[in-house]
């Protein structure tokens, strides 16, 4: 099979779509928020009861004073996890509820 230089893979071109119509950003806070319970667990993704993204920030809003007290401890672990997932720097900041 002769590859021509203008083929592309699917992920090259859905990346450049992702780039084109700036919908980079979007799609990986997307991700970061369907990775949470997979990169906290089970007991951490269980007492989350609402995610959101604003202006680089996460806001997570946890139903145990215990576990949020926890999770703060651990604030910039957290960060440097979820960027690290995305690949970039998504996230400025994480705001505990």
Not at 8 to 35: C, G, H, P, W
Not at 45 to 69: G, L
């Amino acid at each position: 099979m002769i590859k021509r230089t203008n083929d592309k893979t699917i992920k090259e071109a859905v990346e450049q779509m992702l780039n084109v119509y700036k919908l980079r950003r979007r799609f990986d806070e997307t991700s970061l928020i369907a990775a949470w319970p997979e990169m906290m667990g089970k007991a951490i993704a269980s007492r989350t009861t609402q995610m959101y993204i604003r202006e680089r920030k996460m806001f997570i809003r946890v139903d145990s004073s215990v576990v949020k007290n926890e999770l703060v401890m651990i604030r910039s672990q957290i960060l440097d996890k979820m960027n690290e997932r995305a690949g970039n720097k998504v996230l400025d900041e994480i705001v505990f509820l």
